[in-house]
């Protein structure tokens, strides 16, 4: 294999060369946001087809982007080791396999593993391309080709969701894991032709496989911790073991990569303020955007009982809004603050997830869909410019490392994000319902109508008076769960909007502070 560098690659093809390389690691996006988006409308139909609870299936969503963060930190050395050519074809292969394992998973615990393996390549490819767009676009153009690399964020979430709930319709929910097969099939070619194999002056180095095995461990047992809080009690001493062993491990990763020569993760560069704002607000950002596209899809299919296709038709509008506003918003990051764009993207977020907080069973299906079209605005006003000012801090020689952090901290938060959304659902679930049990006494004459009629009901159906009774309290229970249900999620959308409110401050915070000298 040749040794071609992207100097080479620009003597070979002109200028033009950097729409080619743009285009190319456009696929490998393209690859995983297809899935993830797919399988966000398939969680109702696989938790009945494996029976299995909301506390478990929402690992398909947390594992995923767990190992996206652990994905991310690898990115810097995988791409050292490897080149940009190696690392990219590499990963769009393992890719391609854990999607076929996906689609034949003869249980939960392999679907997991499956997604977890996906999680860990998208994030490995994340970084990969920004850092291949700092690589082939000059300073001043960088936001504008961030907005047309945008198109391939917002392709996921404009067909996904439809084409999931098309496939999950017409096939099954295994279906949707043979969509982006075909595409990492074109992105292994044109890696092999148009990326450059090794930059120059890239020296392989050790891997930091300390820092590695502490960081997974710590994500593991904290996640692991909030997962099966509810269920297995928060006092209990598995859930007390698995929150002291996160703490642990987090201490010891911390400790050892300020010491480590070859750290995983270089923390040194969060002494930079700027950076440091941007990756907070990257971490909250996350929590509230990964947290609510779980939310909306698993709230109009089991409250409201939509189809898997109409979740995703749904959710088109907002994808189609996202591909016209993210160009937009790359071209107003060249010319705009970046504080500016970020404080008025979180304002559309925050602002639709207190319209969500009102939503119930009557919703109409255009009030949930303009909901998520004005969240979707606001990301594409937050992530080009988010991007642009964390990197913009920072020296070139630490480009690499900081493109992992920015999308590290986004994944974490989602991570975490939709992790506490779904302990925070099931547990505002329980108490909404034991509040409403409460009330229902002998006192409560809407009760005691709701109770007749049913029983005149299943009298006129000639039901016994044993049956009558049981059947009426046995309504009333569901009603009563549908409604705590129901609580539930607005409960969550409330936190998700305060999360967005609160991420103003590193916003402001990010907006004050100058780059340091030497940044780029």
Known sequence: MPSETTDELFSRYGPGYKWIATFT???????????????????????GAFGVGQDRAQWLSTGTLAAMTVGMLLNDWLMTRFGVRGTFVGALCIFAAALLLAAHSPNMSVLILARVVQGAVAGVLQPLSMYTL???????????????????????????????????EDFSWRAIFYVAVPVCAVGVLMGSMFLPVREEGARPARFDWSGFVLLGAALTALLA????????????????????????????????????????????????VQ?????????????????????????????????????????MPAGLILAVFFPIGGYLSDRISARKLIVSGLACF????????????????????????????????????????????????????????????????????????????????????DTLTALQTSANSATADLLRLIEQTLAQAGASADVQSAG??????????????????????????????????PAWIMGRVRPAAGAR
């Open 350 to 433: 925050a602002l639709s997830a207190y319209w969500l907080a009102d939503i119930d069973v009557n919703t109409s299906f255009w009030t949930i869909a303009w909901c998520v079209v004005l969240s979707r605005i606001g990301l594409a006003l937050i992530k080009p410019s988010l991007n642009l000012a964390a990197l913009k801090a920072l020296r070139p020689g630490e480009l690499g490392q900081g493109a992992g952090m920015i999308n590290f901290s986004r994944q974490l938060g989602g991570a975490f994000g939709v992790n506490v959304l779904s302990v925070t659902l099931d547990r505002r679930t329980f108490f909404h319902a």
């Open 25 to 47: 690691v456009m696929l490998g996006t393209i690859s995983a946001v297809l899935t993830t988006t797919s399988v966000n409308v398939a969680i109702p139909d696989i938790m």
């Open 275 to 315: 950076f440091t704002a941007a990756s907070s607000v990257a971490f909250i950002f996350g929590a509230g955007l990964f947290g609510s596209t779980y939310l909306v899809p698993l709230f109009v299919q089991t409250v409201q009982h939509l189809t898997p296709l109409a979740a995703g038709l749904l959710l």
């Open 134 to 168: 700092f690589r082939v676009f000059p300073p001043q153009h960088r936001g504008s080709a961030m907005g047309f690399f945008g198109v391939s964020v917002v392709i996921g979430p404009a067909l996904g969701p439809t084409l999931g709930g098309l496939l999950i």
């Open 225 to 272: 911790g909030l997962s099966n809080g509810q269920r297995e009690g928060w006092h209990s001493d598995y859930i007390v073991a698995l929150f002291a062993a996160a703490a642990t491990a987090t201490a010891g990763f911390f400790l050892w990569e300020l010491r480590a020569a070859r750290p995983l993760v270089n923390l040194r560069v969060l002494g930079n």
């Open 472 to 505: 009426a309290l046995h309504y009333l229970g569901k009603v009563i769960y549908a409604q705590a249900y129901t609580m539930g999620f607005r409960d969550s959308f409330v936190i998700i909007a305060v999360v967005y409110t609160l991420a103003l401050l």
